[in-house]
């Protein structure tokens, strides 16, 4: 059995196929899977690059990734911790030589840029999820980062 990728995704690397056995081609089980990590990050869109081969997964946006839906209300807290969504490097500026996005003692609206996390070239920017005064910066510019990682201390108003 073979699927045909659009054109532009890679298809005439793969020779257009996906299937078991068919030129050391992505077997079923592996994309099965991968559509699985799809979903489960919240991904809309994934593309793998294997000995010289490239195909790239799409699907529409959710906006909300499953997790986010399926998360508890978090009780009011007097500090909240702002965490990294991704594995990358910390950036409070937009820019080198420019100002940081926040500043200590700062306060914040919803929505609003509180720094860049850098994965794979892509600026994935770090919004408030509601008001506050930035309390505390918790990583230095230009730091790694892990999944998760508290970068800023929040107090809620």
Request: glycine share 12%; aromatic share 4%; hydrophobic share 35%.
């Amino acid at each position: 059995m073979a699927v045909q990728l659009a054109p532009g995704t890679g298809a005439e690397d793969w020779g257009g196929r996906v299937g078991k056995g068919q030129g050391g081609a992505l077997d079923w089980e592996e994309l099965r899977r991968l559509c699985e990590l799809m979903r489960e990050e919240g991904l809309t869109e994934l593309t793998l690059v294997e000995e010289g081969r490239r195909i790239t997964l799409r699907r529409p946006g959710l906006g909300v990734s499953p997790r986010a839906a399926e998360a508890p209300p978090r009780p009011e807290l007097e500090e909240e911790l702002i965490r990294s969504p991704v594995v990358g490097t910390f950036w409070r500026r937009p820019a080198p030589g420019e100002d940081p996005f926040v500043e200590v003692g700062e306060r914040v609206e919803p929505g609003q840029t509180l720094c860049v996390v850098e994965a794979m070239k892509v600026m994935n920017e770090v919004r408030a999820d509601r008001a506050g005064v930035i309390e505390e910066v918790l990583v230095e510019e230009g730091q790694p980062v892990e999944y998760g990682q508290p970068l800023f201390r929040l107090r809620p108003s």
